[in-house]
């Protein structure tokens, strides 16, 4: 994944074991597994590269969590865990009953959007479709997944851990980025704090 920039966890799984031959499917690597190994990589081979990659996109979350502070955005996914790319962006999640109140944002703010929905997983084995609004900020995709007020306590599961994703709130953002820029930037920013 990391050399060939491959972003799907399950396609970079296939084409793994396609290539070494393993076809029984209980063999496979699964998402934390694979979520770990890179992980570990990136400490490894390039540890300054994705250090800044990973500064960028929480510089990036800590403006669109500004932007829209009265939805409680939290910080999820690979850009919290800081194996993302600058291709795979930012995305946050954003507690609103009414989707349309972020839409009224977007357009307030003179924010180019797509909206789509996507189907999240929760910890009771339930399947939700959840609007999502996609938007470009400078040359970092940001995505906003809208979840209802009840989430908050309930968040939907991480495809990685397959446990609640309760993500991090902008004043814990800041924090990571105050870190990021002391003396010792170790690239241990928030990697156990994901989920």
């Given at each position: 994944?990391?050399e060939q920039g491959?972003?799907?966890?399950?396609?970079?799984?296939?084409?793994?074991?396609?290539?070494?031959?393993?076809?029984?499917?209980?063999?496979?690597?699964?998402?934390?597994?694979?979520?770990?190994?890179?992980?570990?990589?990136?400490?490894?081979?390039?540890?300054?590269?994705?250090?800044?990659?990973?500064?960028?996109?929480?510089?990036?979350?800590?403006?669109?969590?500004?932007?829209?502070?009265?939805?409680?955005?939290?910080?999820?996914?690979?850009?919290?865990?800081?194996?993302?790319?600058?291709?795979?962006?930012?995305?946050?999640?954003?507690?609103?009953?009414?989707?349309?109140?972020?839409?009224?944002?977007?357009?307030?703010?003179?924010?180019?959007?797509?909206?789509?929905?996507?189907?999240?997983?929760?910890?009771?084995?339930?399947?939700?479709?959840?609007?999502?609004?996609?938007?470009?900020?400078?040359?970092?995709?940001?995505?906003?997944?809208?979840?209802?007020?009840?989430?908050?306590?309930?968040?939907?599961?991480?495809?990685?851990?397959?446990?609640?994703?309760?993500?991090?709130?902008a004043d814990a953002?800041?924090?990571?980025?105050?870190?990021?820029?002391?003396?010792?930037?170790?690239?241990?920013?928030?990697?156990?704090?994901?989920?």
């Open positions: 994944m990391r491959l972003l799907a966890l399950d396609h970079a799984r296939r084409k793994a074991v396609e290539r070494l031959g393993i076809t029984n499917k209980r063999c496979w690597p699964d998402n934390a597994e694979i979520q770990a190994a890179l992980e570990h990589e990136y400490r490894l081979f390039q540890p300054e590269a994705q250090h800044q990659v990973t500064s960028t996109l929480h510089e990036q979350a800590l403006a669109a969590m500004q932007t829209f502070a009265e939805f409680d955005p939290r910080l999820v996914g690979q850009s919290l865990s800081g194996t993302a790319s600058l291709d795979q962006g930012v995305r946050l999640h954003l507690f609103a009953d009414d989707p349309r109140q972020i839409v009224f944002r977007l357009i307030d703010r003179g924010i180019p959007w797509q909206a789509h929905d996507r189907q999240h997983r929760y910890a009771d084995g339930s399947r939700q479709m959840h609007p999502t609004f996609a938007f470009v900020a400078g040359e970092i995709p940001v995505e906003l997944v809208v979840l209802p007020e009840r989430a908050r306590r309930n968040p939907p599961l991480s495809p990685i851990s397959e446990r609640p994703e309760r993500g991090l709130n953002v800041e924090r990571l980025l105050e870190k990021a820029a002391g003396p010792n930037n170790a690239n241990d920013d928030g990697e156990a704090q994901h989920g």
